[in-house]
Nanobody, 122 residues
Framework: QVQLVESGGGLVEVGGSLRLSCAAS????????MGWFRQAPGEEREFVAV????????VYAGSVKGRFTISRDYAKKTGNLQMNSLKPEDTAVYYC???????????????WGQGIQVTVSS
């Protein structure tokens, strides 16, 4: 079992930055990947970024590439999503999740955080 708790969301102006964190507890994350997803009202949950817990390789959605950076602190079992140059269309509830697969498919993630609101005002 893995428990995930997100923090760091809030309200920011267009062009601003936010840093989300995801604290993991429970089993070791070696061999797993941590993904970030987001869901805006009335829309499906969409992939944002993923990082391999061991090795640190990453993949980003095209809509956030060059603006968002995913990272992890291996020792602290914490994942981070640095979000820069935020746009109104980035407004959503953001979720971190853990999967044994290195995947952008939310259906392959077994463990999810509770979600945290990010609002970008124009």
């Amino acid at each position: 079992q893995v428990q995930l708790v997100e923090s760091g969301g809030g309200l920011v102006e267009v062009g601003g930055s936010l840093r989300l964190s995801c604290a993991a507890s429970g089993r070791t994350l070696g061999g797993y990947s941590m993904g970030w997803f987001r869901q805006a009202p009335g829309e499906e949950r969409e992939f944002v970024a993923v990082i391999r817990w061991t090795g640190g390789s990453t993949v980003y959605a095209g809509s956030v590439k060059g603006r968002f950076t995913i990272s992890r602190d291996y020792a602290k079992k914490t994942g981070n999503l640095q979000m820069n140059s935020l746009k109104p269309e980035d407004t959503a509830v953001y979720y971190c999740a853990v999967s044994p697969k290195y995947s952008s498919n939310p259906g392959e993630y077994s463990y999810w955080g509770q979600g945290i609101q990010v609002t970008v005002s124009s």
